[in-house]
């Protein structure tokens, strides 16, 4: 018999691509969705929440001449050989449900969904394998109504979760009205039309002219490599040039540019319409310019939806990594997507929604300084004696009840200084101390931990003299006192 | 070429054992784990939040005979061929969290974690193979302080969600003076060990008879089958009856027929005392008898834990599916189990923590009423005139800064009563109707519709003219009248 080998130790590792979030991490994230869902709920929208596992089928990945699923998801056989994944998002669930629940379900059907999703790609710096989304949708309604009510609920999410009005803007665009450019340049092979949504989704990145090199001849790109053009004529391209400039001083300007630039298409017209209504609805309800616009630049998901397409934009300057001022930029995007369940069903149901990347969002909200204010410890009640646990709990408790977060320290009590370091460790805002002394006079010593630090870092001995850091109060006291110094840390 | 088949249509289905939450149920279960969290935060754990995906390796599934890791976790191949797993609870990935971060961790470490763990299971009525937990752990003490914590907290959060005091119980075992009955039994070998530790495991099945039996030549089970029993003498099987029954009426008297039952073992001694520690440190924080027990008889995860097991249970009755009535039964458990790392790292770390059956704990609130209460709809502005659309945003714009949930209806308005349809399963409290008349006369129809439901149901003619369930009010007065009226439904 071979000699059995010991197996190696497990390693403690996360997969690659995966993390842990800690502490305020989580607490920041879950208050910030509970404030967000709030809004959603206020709208009228439902809560769904449906299993993080999907069958592949059902999530509309599975290629029929791979063994496998194609890269994207997690995903796995079943004992009975079916492959089930991981959801990449929320719509596609959304789309299941409700072609699985539609009878059942009120139409229009407004629903929000929050949750983690997963992608199978390869992980880079801040790019993870699991995230958050957090969603709003309404099927089963083609109204121009459904959608600004999207971008309203949208904008009052950003404020409410502390993004203040000025340092946000939500973009506007509709699919309709490029369909409409393209009409007017005689643009209709499948193949061609193609080509141009992928070259005007290189806007942001080329700017005007790059998109009139590559909807002509084509380009040199940085790199130096020639990028070859969809080969328009420069006339012929002239109307899509028109349509991503097109955003003029005013909502009604820029609804004149659109309207010469989708010229004669019926299609572009009722895109322009749409746009129209859509920003009177929104105005009607005091959603104005500074809040909503119509920005014909916008383009991404131009070629994924099928009507309005939106995206909210943070507007102030962060310092990126090598020091450059830049704008935060996109942190929420949607549009409609008319054909939500067709898969399913054979039936068209229009569809519109928006998804809030939750993660740049606590990004910015730490950057403006919202969130991330260093998160308060418990107070820790230190032990001097382990024979008089049970006082030192009886404490916590009153504490606790008093609705201030506190802990009794659960270490080896020998060494005193390691249940100060503890306390430092966990932020504590105060240390309790009794010893056998304390004890008898019945009374404790208070340790404003904070002040401490600080008197620590720069105080003269007079200072230190005249504001003790420790103290002692009577027994009685203790719940007051501790109250006190808290909320003074607090201002 | 083959001719191509057309693709059938994907079913709309979650996977077998997988469900969607809606509305109320995702809700409800959010507003109740807020709750426990901020009890677990109180008492000074911080939150943990650990990705659904761990490896198989880190999660100690892997069988190193096979090709793909055992039943009972969901498990696939990274394109690096290591496998991956999603977590089937929250205490492993809580070892792998503690190995790898321990040296930025505060010791001892207290955290809490919440959210859905993944069991390949068969899944059966009420049995998914998607579930949420909620447990709370203190890694790094191996002080009964730290599991008296624990049981307090417990107490806490149910008296917190909503289980009044009288209505639960927390009942307190520990493994050590399980082992010192075995040591004074004269039980050794590990094989008759583990043959005593499963018998005492059916204690709540087949009672003090059904032991005393299985213990020693064996019994006939329901079916007719005989069991065999572990083969020990009456008297060498007695010290277990004495443990499984030594509940007296007082804690004391409790701890006095255990110190009896664990004879001369030193182990048992040091158990009894461990207990009669735990009792006092509760009773010091007023956490008495009433609410935390001594209770050798529960003897649920004896065979997993290493010292203090608890277990939470509720007392009052319910009606079981067959109409009779029965306990309600176990809502959470935990205990002490002293090795939680070593796996990783060589060395043991004592460790010790509950989990709340959060689904369990759920349906207990809605048996006594707790929660799920209808909930309420959002009020429905109705579309007399698509034209005026603005208008009727305009008012649920008013009625959401007012804080009222308010939406327009987005369906075709064309047929009145699909809108008053649509309201009603929306569970709607009020409906706004505005024709083009009543704008004209700047006012609004204000419609009552649980009051509305309640004449229809039961109202006579002269009771329905007195109080009519819908009336015309001045366009200024829309929100007062409809706070009013959705006040007067709560009361």
Request: with cysteine; aromatic share 8%.
């Amino acid at each position: 018999m071979a000699k059995q080998k010991k197996a190696p130790r497990p390693k403690a590792e996360t997969p690659k691509g995966f993390r842990d979030y800690f502490g305020s991490e989580v607490t920041e994230r879950a208050e910030m969705l509970r404030k967000i869902t709030g809004v959603y709920h206020a709208y009228g929208f439902d809560a769904l929440e449906s299993a993080a596992v999907e069958t592949v089928e059902a999530l509309g990945k599975f290629l029929p001449d791979v063994d496998r699923p194609n890269e994207g998801v997690f995903a796995w056989q079943d004992e009975d050989e079916k492959w089930l994944a991981l959801r990449y998002d929320l719509t596609a669930p959304l789309a299941r449900v409700y072609a699985q629940h539609r009878n059942d379900l009120p139409t229009p059907y407004r629903r929000y969904a929050m949750g983690p999703v997963w992608r199978n790609e390869k992980p880079g710096p801040g790019r993870f394998r699991q995230f958050y989304q957090c969603d709003a949708d309404t099927v089963g309604t083609a109204s121009p109504a459904a959608d600004a009510e999207i971008c309203a609920m949208l904008a009052d999410c950003l404020e409410t979760v502390g993004i203040p009005r000025g340092d946000y803007v939500i973009r506007v665009n509709n699919r309709k009205v490029l369909n409409g450019v393209l009409e007017t340049m005689g643009v209709t092979d499948e193949a061609q039309s193609a080509a141009v949504l992928r070259t005007i989704d290189k806007f942001d990145k080329v700017g005007e002219e790059g998109v009139r090199q590559l909807l002509g001849k084509g380009r040199l790109d940085a790199s130096g490599a020639y990028i070859d053009g969809v080969g328009l004529s420069e006339e012929q391209a002239e109307p899509v040039i028109a349509f991503l400039t097109s955003k003029g001083a005013s909502t009604q300007q820029t609804l004149a540019n659109l309207r010469s630039a989708v010229g004669a298409s019926a299609m572009g017209a009722e895109g322009v319409d749409e746009l129209e209504q859509f920003a009177a609805l929104l105005e009607a309800q005091g959603y104005g310019s500074d809040r909503i616009v119509i920005d014909p630049s916008v383009v991404r998901g131009l070629g994924y939806y099928t009507g309005p397409v939106y995206e909210a934009e943070l507007t102030f300057e962060i310092t990126d990594e090598k020091g450059r001022p830049r704008q935060f930029g996109s942190v929420a995007g949607g549009g409609r997507y008319d054909d939500l369940v067709k898969r399913f069903t054979g039936q068209a149901v229009p569809a519109t929604g928006v998804s809030i990347g939750v993660d740049r969002l606590l990004a910015a909200l730490r950057e403006k300084g919202r969130i991330g204010g260093e998160a308060q410890g418990p107070v820790v009640v230190t032990v001097m004696d382990k024979a008089r646990m049970a006082d030192y709990l009886a404490m916590v408790a009153e504490l606790r009840q008093a609705g201030i977060r506190a802990e009794v320290y659960l270490g080896n009590p020998k060494n005193f200084g390691n249940q100060l370091k503890y306390a430092d460790k966990r932020a504590s805002p105060v240390a309790i101390i009794q010893g056998s002394d304390e004890m008898e006079r019945d009374v404790v010593q208070i340790k404003d931990l904070v002040l401490g630090a600080q008197i620590a870092e720069s105080a003269t001995l007079e200072e230190w003299k005249e504001r003790p850091s420790q103290f002692e109060v009577p027994r009685a006291e203790l719940v007051g006192r501790v109250r006190e110094i808290i909320e003074g840390q607090a201002r």
